[in-house]
């Protein structure tokens, strides 16, 4: 998540993080005019703190720069359903049910025997890491020239945030070995424990989309691997299938009916695609597909902070000019106490 006029006023709790941001940039500076204050000469006009229209540049970059990596629209997309909490929280539990006794007595009376038993509770959860990385600039170039050294900063944060933004789609998609937290791993969309996973190989679905007719794929979506997957977790609607460039070249080719062309495959699918849009993603690759229902039931993003760029404060003249960006997501993967999930990850596991 970034920090815009739109998210501000969808969550409450990001507007905690702005202010930390501002309180930072304040921060920073109120030391650089204290700076320019202790050491006034002229060759240090550069501790003057950073102008209004500096940190606008900063925040425009950090919209900007999340079009530059590969991935970063599935994030996009699953904004309307992630949750915003405190920096504090660094595992989001939830709870599920479990099933409770079927016993109902039907008699004339109203009377009869039957049980009193109550449901039971499982608990499961994610956690919620932060990405850290950071970009400066020399402080001689900013003291030399104070315009260039500005765009020298821009150009930096530009670069490390797209480094910033890939490390954030891997995770959201790959999760971490390196993080657990109380026994819960750090997992993604594609390898999370309550992601339905369909293998496309041979031992399994045995399809390769990347090839596969208008009929294979209608088959495919209906009577076969991903239809039943469907069915079988009682998910009345896929919003949204991500595929990868080479499946959505394929869908991409003429369709042929009676040896006149009808379009292409993509429209012919189109009645048993049943509403679900068919989105290309550089993030795939092969024969890889990761389809979403789109509801805080079965996933959301977990935001403790939103991606940030903040000064860190310099203590004197000669210090170089750095500033580090902070983001804390998890990604929240569900499934009910009757182990049904909405995220369905295709690829050829064998």
Known sequence: MIITANTLLQHEKLREHAQYVLDNRGAFNARQDS???EYGSFQFAANAGLPSDFWRAVDTTVVEATRAADGYEILEYLQP??????????????????DIADEVVITMSGHGKHGFDHTGYETDGDPVPMFRSGFGANWRHVVGLRDAGLDLILDSQRAKLIKHNKALVSYALNGSAEIVVDGKPGQGLKNHRNTVKIDLDASGANIDLTTATAEQWAAFLTTGAFGTSVRTNKVTKVDRMYVSYEIYGNLLKPYVVNGALAGTSLPAIGPWLAGM??????????NEF?????????????????????????QLPEDNYNFR?????GMQVKKDGDGHAGIF??????
Not at 294 to 311: D, E, F
Not at 345 to 350: E, K, R
């Open 81 to 98: 359903v992630q949750v915003v909490q405190s920096i504090g929280a660094t595992v989001r539990q939830y709870v599920t049910s479990t």
């Open 290 to 314: 990761l389809a979403i229902s789109l509801s805080k039931q079965y996933v959301s993003p977990i935001i403790a902070m939103a991606t940030n760029v903040t000064p860190i404060p310099r």
């Open 277 to 286: 849009e068919v989105v290309p993603t550089y993030a795939l690759v092969g």
């Open 325 to 329: 960006i902070l983001t804390g997501m």
């Open 35 to 37: 700076l320019q204050r």
């Open 345 to 350: 990850y295709g690829a050829n596991f064998a």
